[in-house]
T-cell receptor
């Protein structure tokens, strides 16, 4: 059974600071996704990472994938209040279409 | 506008009363799936469908049924709802491309089973 663990689960940070969210998973996969969810809203796709060493960046967010370590990171640079949301990573098994999500990281950026 | 439409948005029902949550997408996607979201558990996949008449179980299929008779629709059926199925449900669709399989989510259905 594929397990996906995120940490931290809760993150409170000040505007302007940097931080990293970690996503560990338990089985071989080279397909990892990051999603954002605002309170009371649906999920929005942020990044799709498909190979070892993949790095994607969008604004203040950068995601990377290390398939050998079974680890993805979501790095936040110079946080702003608008980034406050819950961030989920999701891992897709190489052999099929089952998708397993992490528990989510609730990020709060304070002025 | 490309979208995934779920209905209803909110639903309150009683134990044992059959219900259907509808999901429709207008992007001609082959892949559709259902998730439930519970606090502290993230999203868990209930069922997914690779194409018309092709469905498979996700991580938590017990108590749910699905059908995929048309490409655009993927309803979720609760034959005999129970209180432990109170949750927020999301439908999603996607199409695999060389750039990956980005999911498009519906707005969600908040279900309460009394």
């Amino acid at each position: 059974e594929l397990k996906v663990e995120q940490n931290p689960l809760f993150l409170s940070m000040q505007e302007g600071k940097n931080y990293t969210i970690y996503c560990n998973y338990s089985t071989t996969s080279d397909r990892l996704y990051w999603y954002r969810q605002d309170p009371g809203k649906s999920l929005e796709s942020l990044f799709v990472l498909l190979s070892n060493g993949a790095v994607k960046q969008e604004g203040r967010l950068m995601a990377s994938l290390d398939t050998k370590a079974r680890l993805s990171t979501l790095h936040i640079t110079a946080a702003v209040h608008d980034l406050s949301a819950t961030y989920f990573c999701a891992v897709q098994e190489t052999s099929g279409s089952r998708l397993t999500f992490g528990e989510g990281t609730q990020l709060t950026v304070n002025p | 506008e490309a979208q995934v439409t779920q209905n209803p948005r909110y639903l309150i029902t009683v134990t044992g009363k059959k219900l259907t949550v509808t999901c429709s997408q207008n992007m001609n996607h082959e892949y559709m799936s259902w998730y439930r979201q519970d606090p502290g558990l993230g999203l868990r996949q209930i069922y997914y469908s690779m194409n018309v008449e092709v469905t498979d179980k996700g991580d938590v299929p017990e108590g749910y049924k699905v059908s995929r008779k048309e490409k655009r629709n993927f309803p979720l059926i609760l034959e005999s709802p129970s209180p432990n199925q109170t949750s927020l449900y999301f439908c999603a669709s996607s199409q695999w491309t060389g750039g990956g399989e980005k999911l498009f989510f519906g707005s969600g259905t908040q279900l309460s089973v009394l």
